[in-house]
């Protein structure tokens, strides 16, 4: 069995439980509120009384146990830890990027949409929760699970990295063509 490309640098229950637009943001938390656990993984164990805690792990009952005592007002997020951990859901090395979204709005609009950065590719200009599902044995596809006010149950978007040629290609195509191009990456 082919191992999935992410799966070589996560384990793929956690990384299925975490929100990939929450990686890098931390809130602070009185100590009171941690487990004991919490306490000795994550305890500052200063003055202050108040620890650093990711917004992930703050999710996670194994830390918490008063999740009244969290400060969500301390958000902070770090977009260099952000980077460095998308950047390892797939292979970042293609020039080009198609985005592919399914019944991605509230009218259950689909469409394709094409970036040079790979890191726009999980840019929304609308709040929303994105999990990873699955990613090629090579890492030129990931699939992704978006939860938003428009759509709570969900909705698929699929990330295809493309060389020169391919993209070159996308632009004689009709969008019913690109989304069958970019399904064929999901197959292979």
């Known amino acids: 069995m082919k191992r999935e490309y992410a799966s070589k640098n996560f384990d793929l229950d956690y ?66 830890e952000w980077q460095e951990f998308v950047g390892s859901l797939m292979n970042n090395k293609y020039n080009h990027y198609i985005v592919m979204l399914k019944n991605s709005k509230w009218n259950g609009a689909s469409g394709i949409v094409t970036f040079d950065d790979y890191y726009k590719c999980f ?14 044995a090579k890492g030129k596809v990931l699939e992704l699970t978006e939860y938003s006010h428009d759509v709570p149950t969900g909705h698929n978007t ?31």
């Open 15 to 80: 990384l299925k439980k975490v929100d990939l637009q929450q990686v890098g943001g931390y809130i602070s938390i009185h100590d009171s509120g941690l487990t004991e656990k919490g306490m000795k993984e994550l305890s500052m164990e200063d003055e202050s009384e108040f620890s650093t805690i990711s917004y992930t792990d703050s999710q996670n009952d194994e830390y918490m146990a008063d999740y009244t005592q969290l400060d969500y007002n301390s958000y902070e997020w770090f977009e260099d």
């Open 123 to 136: 840019m929304r200009d609308y709040d929303c929760s994105m999990y990873y599902s699955s990613s090629s």
């Open 158 to 188: 699929v990330i295809v990295g493309l060389t020169d040629t391919e993209y070159e290609r996308l632009d004689n195509m009709s969008l019913e063509e690109q989304f069958k191009f970019a399904r064929k990456f999901i197959t292979e």
